[in-house]
């Protein structure tokens, strides 16, 4: 490792999270993801939709000091000397954007799960919000945080790939291919709190996300099918979707939450003029190469031929595996860096990489733009950039 994750970097910054209680599956990723390289102390937060839910899953965590909601918190917390420097917000959809803008106005870093709002008018708002603030604003796509989806990247950049002309990228699940009742099924399949995309919005948004990050391209228009296969189900739990990047190149993008026998199979191809690529989320310690008209190369995770982003970003010694956890954790990471130059007033690394808040609009504005295409028949329709 080149990163010096484990150097003394200062003091641990102080985090506080806005919900991720009881039952929550992504308030426990975020959780470690945090702790991983010693970087963040939880000291607070307002973890459930009710007083009660929160300051029993506060007291469960040890929590200093535990809120009964979010606006409450953000404003206590402003106010104390010894007060919060970032917060994770890990709710459903539906309340990103008010939480997050109530901590930004207070200069207060954001940590964000995914997509960043329920609605392309919030995502506007919240973009506005993050800009007039001083504070940070990261967005959790996880993916970008895996090594060898650095070096992906770092290769495109490079010119090795040539000019890129196809991208396709999936990402397939299961679990939702019979009605569910539980809480993380029933908060994603209600349109009132993902917003008006299934499958495209918890699944779809981290496929295109990878896509655009890997190849550095822009997705100018697009013509979507999307399906709710689910009798009664409200929002859509298939999608199938042609891309046209900026420049030519062309694209396809499945998101499918009732695909029996996936469980989380993202899956990226990138093929240029001069070679391609292909990484699977479920193996993501290799990458395969292939020089057009030369054998299959296999890069390994801090193996031979693997580059320096991917090297600043790994833990362990190739061989020993690396995935979802610490791929999160790489995103968090990237926030501490971001935040300690801050908190001294230099810019952030050039190395440090991010989502950011405008990662996140084109992320609604991709949910957006299917929903409506396949209101118009699988019509092509531009993103609202």
């Not at 607070?44 to 839910?53: C, D, I, N, Q, V």
């Not at 099924?185 to 209600?190: E, G, S």
């Not at 190369?297 to 690396?322: D, K, M, Q, Y």
């Not at 995935?323 to 990237?334: P, Q």
């Amino acid at each position: 490792m080149v990163t010096g994750r484990n150097e003394a970097l200062g003091r641990r910054i102080r985090l506080g999270m806005v919900g991720g209680g009881k039952d929550a599956f992504i308030g426990g990723v975020h959780r470690i993801a945090a702790r991983m390289d010693d970087r963040f102390e939880l000291v607070a937060g307002a973890l459930s939709s009710t007083p009660e839910k929160s300051r029993e899953s506060g007291e469960a965590l040890g929590l200093a000091r535990i809120y009964d909601d979010f606006r409450q918190m953000a404003q206590r917390e402003a106010r104390r000397k010894d007060g919060i420097e970032a917060v994770s917000i890990v709710t459903p959809n539906h309340v990103h954007y008010a939480a997050a803008r109530e901590f930004l106005k207070r200069g207060i870093h954001v940590i964000c799960d995914k997509p960043l709002t329920s609605t392309l008018a919030d995502a506007k708002k919240l973009v506005k919000a993050a800009e007039e603030s001083d504070a940070l604003f990261i967005l959790t796509h996880n993916y970008t945080g895996y090594p060898m989806v650095r070096h992906a990247r770092e290769m495109v950049a490079s010119g090795q790939l040539g000019p890129i002309r196809v991208v396709q990228v999936e990402y397939p699940q299961d679990w939702l291919s019979v009605e569910q009742d539980f809480k993380q099924a029933n908060w994603r399949t209600d349109p009132a709190q993902s917003g008006v995309g299934g499958s495209t919005g918890d699944i779809g948004t981290h496929a295109f996300n990878l896509a655009c990050f890997v190849t550095g391209l822009r997705v100018d228009s697009l013509a979507a099918d999307i399906q709710a296969f689910v009798p009664g189900r409200q929002v859509d739990d298939n999608a199938h979707v042609l891309l046209r990047f900026d420049g030519g190149a062309r694209g396809m993008l499945w998101s499918s939450q009732v695909a029996p026998g996936n469980e989380n199979a993202l899956r990226l191809r990138v093929y240029g003029e001069k070679g391609g690529l292909e990484w699977a989320q479920e193996d993501p310690n290799y990458l395969w190469y292939t020089p057009f008209g030369e054998p299959k190369r296999l890069i390994t995770r801090n193996g031979a031929g693997a580059g320096e982003a991917a090297g600043r970003v790994s833990r362990v010694p190739a061989g020993h595996p690396e995935g979802y956890l610490e791929g999160f954790a790489n995103i968090y990471t990237e926030a501490a860096e971001a935040i300690i130059a801050a908190r001294s007033g230099k810019p952030v690394p050039e190395a440090v990489v991010y989502p950011t808040v405008q990662d996140g609009l084109l992320g609604v504005q991709f949910v957006s733009a299917c929903v409506k295409s396949s209101a118009r028949n699988a019509a092509w329709v531009k993103l609202d950039h």
